[in-house]
């Protein structure tokens, strides 16, 4: 009989030890849960772009700031 395979992984939060099969994976507490879940509410999670802004593009490119008259 095969037997099924666990994870055991770290609470992204508290770093304490986690199996794939705990129910609140892959947090180790509704606690842990809850702390991650404020910091994605509160923008304390971002993922960093190389694009530039469009408002900075924008105002690059305005003809108010080009010296057309010269």
Do not use: H, N
């Not at 992204?12 to 794939?20: E, G, L, R």
């Not at 772009?49 to 924008?58: G, K, L, R």
């Not at 003809?63 to 010269?70: I, V």
Request: aromatic share 6%.
């Amino acid at each position: 009989m095969p037997r099924q395979r666990t994870l055991k992984l770290r609470c992204p939060i508290c770093k304490k030890a986690v199996k794939s099969g705990d129910p609140e994976f892959p947090f180790c507490s509704d606690r842990c849960r809850t702390i991650d879940l404020g910091k994605w509410a509160s923008g304390a999670y971002v993922i960093p772009s190389q694009d530039a802004d469009p408002e900075e593009q924008i105002r690059e490119t305005t003809p108010e700031d080009s010296d057309e008259d010269s």
